[in-house]
C-alpha cells in the first residue's frame, strides 16, 4: 500500500512532538516493517532538514535526513508538479505542491496529514494518522 506523508507527520515523529507523535510512530513502525510504502516530496528534504538543524545540529540532521531518503521513495518536483501546484486551488502553495507531487504516484493509497481542510478539493483520500492507522487495523 502506497502512502504520502505530509511533512507534518515526519516531522511529529522526529520532532516528538507531544500529542501528534504516538500516532506518527505507528505509521513510522508500518513504514519500518515495509507493511506500507512510504513516498516523500523532494522539496519536503529541505523543510525536514531546516527544522532538524535548528533542533539537533548539522551532523545528527544529515544522518536522519540519509535515514529518510532509505526509508521513503522520493518523488520528483518538476515544471509540471510546480504548474499543477499553481494552478491549484489549494491556497498554501506547500500544500499545493504536495498534493501535486502525491498526483504523480501511481496507485497511491491515500496523502496523510494533520492538515485535511487544505485538501478539500483532492482526488486523492486524504486521512489524518488517526483515520489511517483506523482503516489499516480494520
Known sequence: MKVFLDINIVLDFLLKRPSFDD??????????????DGYLSA???????????????????????????????????????????????IKDFDD???????????NLYCIITRDKKDFKSSQIIIQSPKEFINAFNH
Do not use: C, W
Not at 500516532?23 to 506500507?36: P, R
Not at 540532521?61 to 526509508?71: C, F, G
Not at 499545493?96 to 501511481?106: F, K, N, T
Open 23 to 36: 500516532e506518527a510512530m505507528d505509521i513510522f513502525k508500518l513504514l519500518y516493517k515495509k507493511e506500507i
Open 43 to 89: 522539496v519536503s528534504y529541505t523543510q525536514i532538514g531546516y527544522y532538524l538543524q535548528k533542533y539537533v545540529g548539522k551532523p545528527a540532521a544529515k544522518e536522519i535526513l540519509r535515514d529518510l531518503n532509505k526509508l521513503f521513495t522520493t518523488v520528483t518536483v518538476d515544471n509540471r508538479v510546480l504548474e499543477e501546484a499553481l494552478d491549484s486551488a
Open 96 to 106: 499545493a505542491v504536495q498534493y501535486a507531487s502525491a498526483l504523480s504516484v501511481s
